[in-house]
């Protein structure tokens, strides 16, 4: 099971650096990704990484979100910085595309940017 960490409260313009890791073992899937729901809002897809390290990052976030791994392939990372108000979401880690996980989504941590 996945599960993500590193949410928090943090002023808008600071940062966050959130953490996933598989439940003792390396990530099963070569490409990995951050995924996050806002309240009231569908989830949507945030950034992936391949067990290569080639990235990409959805519009909103990209010059301002960078997405790892670890050599090992077991943690997978998101820096976060120049947080705006509509960075407030819970985050999730996942399999890229999550069907490969049935739809199964782990715990997400909540970011909270304030204003």
């Known amino acids: 099971q996945l599960q993500a960490c590193g949410g928090g409260l943090v002023q808008v313009g600071g940062s966050l650096r959130l953490s996933c890791a598989a439940s003792g073992s390396r990530f099963r899937f070569e490409i990995m990704g951050w995924y996050r729901q806002a309240p009231g809002k569908q989830r949507e897809f945030v950034a992936f990484i391949t067990n290569l390290g080639s990235t990409n990052y959805a519009d909103s976030v990209k010059g301002r979100f960078t997405i790892s791994g670890d050599n090992a392939w077991n943690r997978l990372y998101l820096q976060m910085n120049s947080l705006k108000p509509e960075d407030t979401a819970v985050y999730y880690c996942?399999?890229?595309?999550?069907?490969?996980?049935?739809?199964?989504w782990g715990q997400g941590t909540l970011v909270t940017v304030s204003s």
């Open positions: 996942n399999a890229v595309p999550t069907t490969l996980t049935n739809g199964a």
